[in-house]
């Protein structure tokens, strides 16, 4: 087995491995039928001549699902991820769910064609790598929250379909002294096209209902700026995206390490 064989093979990243190929790999594993292995690991380190400076792969360990929930689309949870791929299907990560596997063994095996990720392997690789870049919230501020967390599901809900991204900035970045609210600006972006009439109508009409709400959480507004803001992907700068964090909805948003479970 060579690395060439790797390549005549077709494997890249967002390759999937199927629950047969999975089994025989990993035979300690209880995979199930529904179970699939998309690999993660960069194509131009699956390809790499020098198998001594990369030996091994990433293989990210997902589970077919009847559909996704809101809750774990979009990068909205940094341990759960449900993701609808280009071929049809529903699918949940867990960030437990990472193996490795000695690079060259994949020579032995074919990616599972039938299985086209599409955008769901970039969701797939942010939200891996947001688990190292998220920043924990204040404790009072998950909490000032959570007083509309019903509100604030349904309205996830509703943006789901086109909010791509949710960002936050907020002061103080720590716990409340005696008579402070928190200040606060979420930003929503979208994939759309910008100049899109139709979607910037339905980015205003989420924004404003979301500014309702963070109200109703005693939430005030950022400075000189509105609760909420929205924008495109496409059109914001590297240092407007870096001003804001990412806003998630998980157990683990804690400054303190307090479980908080949404």
Not at 2 to 24: C, M, N, P, Y
Not at 121 to 144: C, I, Q, T
Not at 225 to 241: K, P, S
Not at 245 to 258: A, Q, R, W
């Amino acid at each position: 087995m060579t690395v060439g064989d790797i390549a005549s093979k077709g494997w890249l990243q967002g390759s999937v491995l199927d629950a047969s190929s999975l089994r025989e790999i990993f035979p300690d594993l209880a995979v199930q039928d529904q179970d699939v292995g998309v690999l993660i690991t960069h194509s131009c380190d699956l390809r790499h001549q020098n198998v001594d400076a990369e030996p091994s792969v990433e293989v990210a360990l997902g589970t077919r699902i009847a559909s996704c929930s809101v809750e774990y689309q979009n990068v909205r949870h940094p341990r759960v991820l449900d993701v609808l791929t280009a071929s049809g299907e529903a699918y949940r990560f867990q960030a437990k769910g990472l193996v490795s596997l000695p690079r060259l063994q994949l020579a032995s095996f074919k990616p599972d064609g039938a299985i086209r990720l599409g955008a769901a392997l970039d969701v797939l690789l942010r939200w891996r790598g947001n688990r190292f870049l998220r920043v924990a919230r204040p404790d009072a501020f998950n909490n000032a929250l959570g007083l509309k967390r019903k509100e604030l599901m349904s309205w996830l809900k509703k943006a789901n379909a086109i909010v791509d991204e949710i960002r936050v900035r907020f002061d103080p970045r720590g716990e409340l002294y005696s008579g402070q609210r928190y200040q606060a600006q979420f930003l929503l972006l979208s994939g759309g096209k910008p100049g899109d009439v139709e979607r910037d109508t339905e980015l205003s009409e989420l924004a404003l209902e979301l500014s309702e709400i963070l109200e109703l959480c005693g939430i005030g507004a950022y400075g000189e700026y509105d609760r909420v803001a929205f924008g495109y992907l496409d059109e914001i700068t590297v240092a407007e995206y870096r001003e804001f964090i990412p806003f998630e909805m998980g157990d683990y948003l804690s400054v303190s390490g307090k479980e908080f479970i949404w």
